[in-house]
């Protein structure tokens, strides 16, 4: 009897000590899968039923070059706004992969990752050898991250960056007090020869309101010059659920209305393209 009293309180002290070791394990960096089109940090942060991406006040942000070459080395910086704890408490982090758009269910990894000495960063694979980029235990206190991605050589015509961050409410657990937020951006190969005069204007998106949202949201756009414009719902795996918008548009501001109706809760990224580049935003859909 005594052994078997001992045997369960073991145990019972080895499930209260995991809790905290996943938090601690995770400030050094998450595992792989965790960018956002397998899963987001909110599958042991909270849950996602109580905790929805992109349910806080902060944000993340991927910085990045509208277009590239192959073979470059493409700089990237990820930013995440915290609102949920202040400095020196608390502990954040991220995850960015580079995916092949609309490749199937996994989408696809392309290009490799290049960290340039960084100790804020490292690279994490999966059992198939994808790299993904993740903070470490001296970057957990950042605001930002820089990187460079690497095209490959035979490069496709897009790629899109998924990043997942997780801010993190400094109480040592893995509880849904921890924010996680989501976004993509893609940027486009550059062709062999572009004159200035022909590029056409950028686009700006503003976020969906509301975010998150049960019914119906809008997002305002806005276009320097007037030009061919698609707008397109994707899911957290790429595909698209909805195009909103696909033809010649004037320049000025436009609104897109987004009914939700039918799509299963999850977050969603509104995309806006013009032949200069694509802008996204996450969008939180919940029931």
Known sequence: MTLVRYGIGLLVALAVLAVPLLALSYSSGAPAAFSGPEQYCNACHGGPDSNPVNSGTGSVTITAPAFFAPGAEVPITVTLDNTSVPSPERKQGFQISARLPDSGSPLAHVGSFDLGGSMLVQIVEDFEGNQYVTHTIEGNQETSWTFSWIAPDDAPEQVVFYVAGNAANGN????DGDKIYAATHTITRAGVAVEPEAIPAAVTLAAPYPNPVRDRATATYTLARPGEVTAVLRDGRGRAVRVLEAGPRAAGSHTLRLAVAGLAAGTYFLSVTTEAGTQTQALSVIR
């Open 172 to 175: 040592g657990f893995p509880d």
